[in-house]
T-cell receptor
Framework: DAGVIQSPRHEVTEMGQEVTLRCKPI?????LFWYRQTMMRGLELLIY????????DSGMPEDRFSAKMPNASFSTLKIQPSEPRDSAVYFC????????????FGEGSWLTVV | AQTVTQSQPEMSVQEAETVTLSCTYD???????LFWYKQPPSRQMILVIR??????QNATENRFSVNFQKAAKSFSLKISDSQLGDAAMYFC????????????FGTGTRLTIIP
C-alpha cells in the first residue's frame, strides 16, 4: 500500500520565484495536512483539509502561501513569491480519523530559496 | 489546548542496551491518541508506536514499548536492544479524537547510539 507521496523531494529556487509542492495522500484518507519544519520553529501545521475542504489555515504564514485540494487524491502548496526564510522541509500528511486516527507523513520536500 | 513536553533534548545509549525517552502532555480532551514518531537524518517522519488513551494496556511494537500513565499524563518510550539504526530524533505527539485534527508535537529528543 503506497504511503503519502510528495514531489519534488528537493528544490532549490531563487528568491522571487514561484514554488509548487505536490502531495498525494494515502488512498481512503479524508484528511490532508501540510506541515513545515525548521530548526528555529520546529514542526508547524500550516493548513489541513477534511474531505477536500480547508478546515484550519491559521498556520499559513502570509498571503504568499496558498494551498488547494481539488480532489481527494491531490493537493498543492504554493509559495509566490518565495523568500529565503521559506527554506524548510515541507511535509504532507494524511489521516483517516474513522479508522485509527493516525497521521502518516510523506518523505518531505526540502526547499531551499537562495 | 494540548501541550507536549519532552524534557530530554539529547540521550545516548550503548548499542544493545535499553533506553527510555520521556514525554509528558496536557490535554483537556477525554478521548485522544498518543504517538511516537522517529525522524532519522533523512528527515522522514516515521510512526513508531501509537496508544489509544482509553486503552489501559501499554502498546508494544517489537523492540519498542510505551509506559502510558494516564493519570500522570506521562507517555514514555522504551527501546530495547538498541541498534545503530535507532539513531534519530524522536517526537512525542498527541491528537484529539474529536474536533480539530491538529497533531501537537513535543520538541523532540535526539537519540545517539554508541557502538
Amino acid at each position: 500500500d503506497a504511503g503519502v507521496i510528495q514531489s519534488p523531494r528537493h528544490e532549490v529556487t531563487e528568491m522571487g520565484q514561484e514554488v509548487t509542492l505536490r502531495c498525494k495522500p494515502i488512498s481512503g484518507h479524508n484528511s490532508l495536512f501540510w506541515y513545515r519544519q525548521t530548526m528555529m520553529r520546529g514542526l508547524e501545521l500550516l493548513i489541513y483539509f477534511n474531505n477536500n475542504v480547508p478546515i484550519d489555515d491559521s498556520g499559513m504564514p502570509e498571503d504568499r502561501f496558498s494551498a488547494k485540494m481539488p480532489n481527494a487524491s491531490f493537493s498543492t502548496l504554493k509559495i509566490q513569491p518565495s523568500e529565503p526564510r521559506d527554506s524548510a522541509v515541507y511535509f504532507c500528511a494524511s489521516n483517516a480519523r474513522d479508522s485509527g486516527n493516525t497521521i502518516y507523513f510523506g518523505e518531505g520536500s526540502w526547499l531551499t530559496v537562495v | 489546548a494540548q501541550t507536549v513536553t519532552q524534557s530530554q533534548p539529547e540521550m545516548s545509549v550503548q548499542e544493545a542496551e535499553t533506553v527510555t525517552l520521556s514525554c509528558t502532555y496536557d490535554t483537556s480532551e477525554s478521548d485522544y491518541y498518543l504517538f511516537w514518531y522517529k525522524q532519522p537524518p533523512s528527515r522522514q517522519m516515521i510512526l513508531v508506536i501509537r496508544q489509544e488513551a482509553y486503552k489501559q494496556q501499554n502498546a508494544t511494537e517489537n523492540r519498542f514499548s510505551v509506559n502510558f500513565q494516564k493519570a500522570a499524563k506521562s507517555f514514555s518510550l522504551k527501546i530495547s536492544d538498541s541498534q545503530l539504526g535507532d539513531a534519530a530524533m524522536y517526537f512525542c505527539a498527541t491528537i484529539s479524537n474529536f474536533g480539530n485534527e491538529k497533531l501537537t508535537f513535543g520538541t523532540g529528543t535526539r537519540l545517539t547510539i554508541i557502538p
